[in-house]
């Protein structure tokens, strides 16, 4: 059949006559592929005799329903795939980090509901929540501004950098004499074989600072710290037991620390013998300020550290702080969550699935060109080729309008199935509901109740 124009039996009639194309005339007007004048002339003796048979018109002689169903069969599977595969490929995706992002979001919700947490301070290793800790911080405030407009200053913080000395400030101690121990002494902190009963000294002595020292000093703090608060409150009698602490503990504390340090300057001494004199007074600073400054400091980061009230407003403060910082953090996470669903919602209806459709659309529309050339071939066909017809819409959620089904509008082809598309609208259309309701939940989460217009403690000192 190939190059050939189709036999007929000749019956001497209008109706007799052939195809109007051989293929090669075709092709080679353009008015074809090769591909598709095959397709039309498997059709075309079909839709002929048909009509030669039912004595049809010439002019009537349209290809039958079932031709058009048959011819536009092929292209139609071949969209119903396309719309499969695509849609599996690139709505799916979509609609599975739609759901996680709304798993996320309830997770995130739910961990919000449950801010404040509860909170507690060293000073009274009482347990707050949130509101109550709120509550008790403005009325800590209070009470340090109450004292403060009668001229108290014993709420004032230290300064930062003698609290951080003070906390630093026994390991500092140590090293120092590790390293006076070591250079000046030389005591093999390493290789303690090689002087076992100098190096049971620096351990014993290290480990007296790390623990005795540090009580010693941390409690005569205290002491002192308490004896400033109480003297302030007008509790005489405690003040005055507070004080007798104090001194107790420093008297111990000033002991033994002089005595050390004057040891390890005389064993400094002896051990550099006639050294020349700028190491030896280096040696000596070391020592004093090892044995004698770092305790100092230590007892002043923590003497004059405001007081029980002020220390507990403020970590409570700082509790608070922190915690609306994760509340804010958590609420901004889901806002982030529900808007990043919203963009794969509007990507979804506004690109992905038109798009899908669109190419759905271009592969059915191709059984147009060998249906028109079939007519062609037929020639005399007074009707105008075919068109789309109005059909059966279909309500397709995802773009949020109605849309008729994919139809090439060959008389007879079936339409391409939505039944797919529907499927991934319907999921769509409830997590949409999902993200509203959690939207609203969102929205109905109670505020923190710390709220930074409360007064806080600004202490000339620093906090």
């Known amino acids: 059949m190939a190059g050939q124009a189709i036999p007929l039996p ?7 006559r052939g195809p109007q194309y051989t293929r090669r005339e075709a092709v080679r007007a353009d008015l074809c592929t090769k591909a598709e004048y095959r397709i039309a002339a498997t059709y075309y003796d079909y839709v002929v005799r048909h009509h030669r048979a039912s004595g049809t018109p010439r002019s009537e002689w349209e290809p039958q ?10 292209y139609g599977r071949d969209a119903q795939d396309l719309v499969g595969v695509r849609l599996k490929n690139l709505a799916d995706p979509a609609l599975d980090a739609i759901d996680r992002l709304c798993d996320d979001v309830e997770t995130t919700i739910d961990a919000v509901g ?5 909170l507690s301070t060293p000073e009274t290793n009482k347990v707050y929540s949130g509101r109550t800790a ?8 209070d009470r340090v501004e109450s004292d403060r407009a009668e001229g108290h200053r014993h709420h004032d913080r230290a300064p930062a950098w003698l609290r951080l000395i003070s906390h630093v400030a026994p390991w500092a101690e140590a090293l120092g004499f590790l390293a006076f121990l070591t250079y000046y002494l030389n005591v093999p902190i390493v290789r303690p074989w090689r002087d076992w009963m100098g190096w049971t000294f620096s351990l014993i002595l290290v480990v007296y600072i790390m623990l005795g020292q540090t009580w010693l000093v941390d409690h005569a703090a205290r ?3 308490h004896a400033r608060e109480a003297q302030a409150d007008g509790q005489k009698h405690h003040a005055e037991a507070s004080r007798r602490q104090r001194l107790w503990y420093l008297a111990v504390t000033a002991t033994v620390a002089v005595g050390i340090t004057t040891a390890l300057i005389e064993r400094g001494l002896d051990t550099l013998g006639q050294a020349e004199r700028a190491v030896t007074v280096v040696m000596v600073m070391l020592a004093v300020t090892t044995g004698l400054l770092m305790p100092t400091l230590a007892f002043l980061g923590k003497a004059l550290d405001g007081s029980k009230v002020s220390r507990e407003r403020d970590a409570l403060s700082d509790d608070l702080d922190a915690d609306r910082a994760e509340y804010d953090e958590l609420v901004e996470q889901a806002e982030a969550d529900l808007a990043l669903a919203r963009s794969l919602d509007r990507e979804l209806v506004e690109k992905v699935v038109p798009a899908i459709l669109s190419d759905a659309q271009n592969v059915v529309d191709e059984a147009r060109a060998p249906y028109n050339f079939l007519r062609l071939q037929i020639g005399g066909l007074s009707n105008d080729a075919a068109r789309i017809p109005a059909g059966t819409e279909v309500e397709v959620m995802t773009g949020t309008r109605i849309r008729p089904p994919i139809h090439n509008g060959i008389p007879g082809a079936e339409p391409v199935s939505m039944q797919l598309v529907i499927d991934r609208d319907n999921r769509l259309a409830a997590l949409r509901a999902r993200l509203a309701e959690l939207t609203v939940r969102l929205r109905q989460v109670p505020p923190h109740p710390w709220d930074h217009s409360s007064p806080r403690l600004v202490s000339p000192l620093g906090r």
């Not at 000749?10 to 007799?16: A, M, R």
């Open 10 to 16: 000749d019956n001497g009639t209008e109706n007799n």
């Open 65 to 74: 329903d079932i031709v058009g169903r048959q011819l536009s069969a092929p």
């Open 114 to 118: 449950k801010l404040p947490g509860d």
């Open 134 to 141: 709120v509550d008790r911080v403005e009325e800590l405030t």
């Open 223 to 225: 002491a002192h710290n």
